[in-house]
């Protein structure tokens, strides 16, 4: 797939301390196109990730200016072999066929004290994939990506990461015109369901299992140990595991209150990573039905329906890896077993949100605790509360109430204060409160805080840090970071970033357009 129109020649080659491995290369010219990514003018870095750093224990020097060159796209990093990789996809439920990284340019494979990661730029130029688009990202989109990305980091919500945000005044068109950007993000693998679909929609067995087998050995590994439960069927054992940390991974977001936004199956993580941050959404006020992507009409990729579309993409995935497995009844078997994990994964989340974990949830409780999480989440949405406030909240109510020598009515009235139908809350509150003992409160609420975050990125805190790196000032991108990082902590001083959101927030409308 190589075309004249892109450069393969080594542009300006700067050196660097990064030590690369590279092992996605050895899959041949069938899975990627290797090429230059295309400057941008007067580059400047937005935000570094110094956290990240010290995580993946990559030295400083990184972010100098030989390397914010490179990060913007503008000069190779010496070791490293800039591809762009083919896939394809179901978008919307129809498929799609061939997409690719259009403006993802993968460079490498950097050795880290957490193993090798894989290093992307996102919005460095077109590809042979683009199908028309600009090869480029916007600013705006492009902070929404950097900031979610480690706020779901810090939510202990498995993620690709963001090692640092370039800007450029060079102009991109929209529905408006707005300037570029290029996130360098950062993963153990950027593998979707779609690599695998596309291998197997051009019945290109061959290639599907080079590429499965490469999963496996380097990123997979516990596959070869769980094949035991399949009949010693490795492929089996792919797709059982891809799906494991997948309804985990449902399972989180839908604790937090995340949409995603487009849960094509080309943006779905082969690792179970949260990937391709476009229209997402923390949600304000509590709404199953809530569309966080305006340009998705028929709510296809609703709050409520991402467990049911995530196990649709697994269908996806299991048709792909069918040919490998070469055995449909243990290809549906395995794809069965979703229906009993989600659910199991997601009781654990809200159990763990109204702190009955550890020796607090045995297992004969699951059924009579998901009732009660039932019943809670009714009310919040009749209320339309509030998600992440109401649980803090209640989180905060327990612990108090948990320093008085029994349960005080006027200890509660936090959280009945954000309701009207307060007779509601009142019997849940006691129906919780016989539940658990009050003898507990103390311990359940120091988990519950650990579980129910105070900062999540609402759309309108990342529309002012928007706003203000629109106008030169990426001061706000900082603030913004450093609160989501830690998004438990109470940060004294920050309490505006826990509150509601304000009138303006409501004609925010966040699409597809990035
Ligand atoms: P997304 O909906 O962002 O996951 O993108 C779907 C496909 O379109 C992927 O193959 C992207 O690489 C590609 N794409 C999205 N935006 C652009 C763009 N501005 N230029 C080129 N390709 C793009
Ligand atoms: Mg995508």
Redesign the pocket.
């Known amino acids: 797939m190589s075309s004249p129109t892109f450069s393969r020649a080594s542009s300006n080659r700067i050196e660097t301390p990064l030590t690369w491995s590279n092992r996605l290369t050895a899959l041949g010219d069938g899975f990627f196109t290797h090429l230059q990514p295309s400057p941008v003018a007067a580059p400047c870095f937005a935000a570094c990730n110094t956290a990240l750093l010290a995580e993946l224990a990559w030295p400083e020097g990184i972010f100098d200016e030989s390397h914010l060159q490179a990060f913007a796209g503008n000069a190779t990093l010496a070791g490293s072999q800039p591809l762009a990789t083919v ?1 394809s996809g179901h ?1 919307f439920g129809v498929w799609a066929g061939q ?6 340019l993968w460079l490498g494979e950097a050795n880290s004290a957490q193993g090798p990661q894989e290093i992307q730029l996102k919005g460095a130029g ?1 590809t042979p ?3 028309g ?5 916007v600013l705006r989109s492009s902070i929404r990506e950097y900031l979610c990305s480690e706020a779901m980091h810090g939510l202990g919500i498995p993620t690709t990461r963001a090692l640092c945000l370039v800007a450029s005044p060079e102009p991109v068109r929209r529905e408006q015109m707005e300037t570029a950007a290029v996130v360098t993000r950062v993963a153990p693998s950027f593998l979707r369901f779609g690599h695998f679909e596309h291998f197997s929609a051009q019945n290109d067995l061959a290639s599907l299992r080079t590429l499965a087998d490469h999963a496996v050995a380097h990123h997979l590994s516990e596959c070869h140990e769980r094949a035991a439960l399949w009949q010693g069927n490795v492929y089996a054992a792919l797709l059982d595991l891809v799906q494991e940390r997948t309804a985990r991974l449902l399972a989180q977001w839908q604790a937090v209150g995340f949409c995603h936004g ?1 849960m ?1 199956t ?2 779905m993580s082969l690792l179970g990573l949260t990937i ?1 941050y ?1 229209p997402f959404q923390f949600m304000d006020a509590f709404d199953p039905e809530h569309i966080c992507n305006h340009s998705d009409h028929q709510g296809r990729y609703a709050y409520g329906r991402q467990p049911n579309v995530a196990y649709w993409n697994l269908y996806c995935l299991g048709q792909a890896l069918a040919p490998l497995i070469d055995d449909r009844d243990m290809t549906l078997q395995v794809l069965e077993t979703y229906k009993s994990l989600f659910p199991r994964a997601l009781g654990d989340a809200m159990r763990a949100k109204l702190g009955l974990t550890g020796d607090l949830a045995p297992e004969a409780a699951r059924e009579a605790d998901w009732v009660l999480v039932e019943d809670l989440m009714q009310l919040m949405a009749a209320e339309s509360m509030d998600f992440t406030l109401f649980w803090r909240q209640l989180s905060q109510a327990v612990l108090q109430q948990s320093q008085a020598n029994s349960v005080q009515p006027e200890g509660w009235h936090a959280v009945t204060d954000m309701v009207l139908d307060r007779p509601r809350l009142w019997a849940w509150l006691e129906r919780y409160t016989e539940r658990a003992g009050h003898g507990q409160f103390a311990r359940m609420g120091a988990q519950m805080l650990r579980h129910n975050p105070k900062y999540v990125l609402r759309n309108h805190l990342a529309e002012t840090a928007i706003r203000q790196a629109q106008g030169g000032d990426f001061r706000e991108i900082d603030t913004l970071h450093n609160l989501l990082k830690s998004p438990f902590d109470e940060h004294p001083g920050f309490e505006a970033y826990a509150q509601q959101p304000p009138a303006w927030a409501a004609q925010l409308e966040i699409s ?1 357009s ?1």
């Open positions: 896939y978008q997409l690719g990284d259009g403006r993802a077109r994939y683009s199908r688009g600009d090869g480029r990202a487009v094509n080309d943006n391709d476009g597809c990035s």
